[in-house]
């Protein structure tokens, strides 16, 4: 018998131990650490005043840090900085959330109750009562939603042919180091942080010099809105038209197929849901926006469907308008401003949904 069979004979086999198993917590742990960390929380604050801040900063703490020790002595450094880590990710996800879910709760809660069908369907009238002889105004809204519709379309159809078509050229036909694509792409960074404000006085200037004095219209906010949009659809686009395979434009070449078809046919198909997505960021980006619209387009109680001429207010302005310039019946439009505000939280949420519905019904086959 060898000296190498003796070796192999004579050291004992046991169970394969599997490192990255054994010393681990139970699954659940992280709950458990949750509750006992709000548990303790509670505790230290019942003899010094409750208080919801101070209670879920100090379950925070706790959590982390007994996550951490836990985690040390059970497992391992690795582990234990893994969770701490994931601990903090999480925290920080829940703190910037919080601003989203109060606005949101505030607004429904106040705005809720102010909507419904009269309130959506009617324009803000006075009403005369012949027995008492008051005046009464009725705040509807319907002026207000046909005007951010027809304000915001407009911005829609002038700045995301732009924004893609902009897009297209800088990433399909530009070359880089060429004046032309340095200038367009110093341009777009420079729009992207333009105040809002600036959009609506240089719309305001820019039609007041065409057509007159106290030229507001419509279309002069929408032109506000569009110089806001553009540069927010020329950069979603680009890095969505960046993302797509060169492998898919090769082999379209390799076939034979032209350049504008490869973008019309292969490109854009396949990048439709990002540039959709990309779109919708930049309506939703300026929906909401008060002081350009207020500016080039001012306010009015009446319905106005005519985007070159007169007046004409949409949804943020009206819920500025209410606040700041309320009607004898002060609470009345506060509520309404609400209800405004309410409304067109519901109107972006439609328009997300629509813009889905699209996005899966003209993408390719393979991506839905």
């Keep these: ?10 050291v004992p086999r046991g169970p394969i131990v599997n490192s990255l198993k054994s ?4 699954r659940f742990v992280e709950l458990y650490a949750v509750v006992a ?7 230290v604050l019942a003899a010094i005043g409750f208080n919801v801040v101070g209670w879920l900063v100090i379950a925070a703490i706790v959590y982390l840090v007994g996550i951490g020790v836990l985690s040390s ?3 391992n450094r690795r582990k234990a900085t893994d969770r701490v880590v994931r601990g903090l990710v999480t925290v920080a996800f829940l703190i910037a959330m919080a601003p989203l879910i109060s606005t949101l709760y505030t607004v429904i809660d106040r705005g809720i109750g102010v909507v419904n069908w009269n309130f959506v369907s009617t324009t803000t ?7 008492t002889f008051k005046v009464t105004t009725n705040i509807g809204a319907w002026q207000a939603v046909v005007g951010t519709l027809i304000i915001t379309g407009i911005a829609a159809l002038i700045s995301i042919p732009i924004g893609i078509l902009t897009a297209i050229y800088l990433v399909e036909y530009s070359q880089k180091a ?6 367009v792409t110093f341009l777009v960074d420079v729009m992207t942080g333009i105040p809002s404000i600036v959009a609506g006085l240089f719309a305001f200037s820019l039609f007041t010099l065409i057509v007159g004095p106290k030229a507001f219209s419509g279309f002069s906010a929408s032109v506000a809105l569009a110089v806001l949009m553009v540069p927010i659809v020329v950069r979603s686009s680009e890095e969505m038209l960046k993302l797509v395979s060169l492998e898919l434009r090769e082999a379209s070449y390799a076939l034979g197929v032209s350049k504008f078809a490869t973008i019309t046919k292969i490109v854009l198909p396949t990048a439709i849901s990002g540039l959709v997505t990309g779109v919708m960021l930049a309506i939703a980006r300026v929906i909401g926006e008060t002081a350009p619209i207020f500016i080039a387009a001012s306010f009015t109680p009446n319905l106005n469907l005519n985007a070159f001429m007169g007046a004409m207010e949409t949804l943020p302005v009206m819920a500025y308008s209410e606040y700041k310039f309320p009607s004898t019946d002060i609470q009345g439009s506060i509520a309404a401003a609400w209800g405004a505000a309410f409304l067109l939280i519901i109107l972006v949420v439609i328009l997300n949904l629509i813009a889905r519905i699209v996005a899966r019904v003209f993408s390719p086959k393979g991506l839905r």
């Design 1 to 10: 018998m060898t000296a190498s069979s003796v070796s192999r004979t004579s």
């Design 23 to 26: 010393g681990q917590l139970p």
């Design 37 to 43: 960390a709000l548990a303790i929380s509670a505790g």
């Design 73 to 75: 002595l059970v497992e």
């Design 125 to 131: 009238k006075a009403v005369f009562n012949p027995t």
């Design 178 to 183: 060429t004046w032309m694509s340095r200038t």
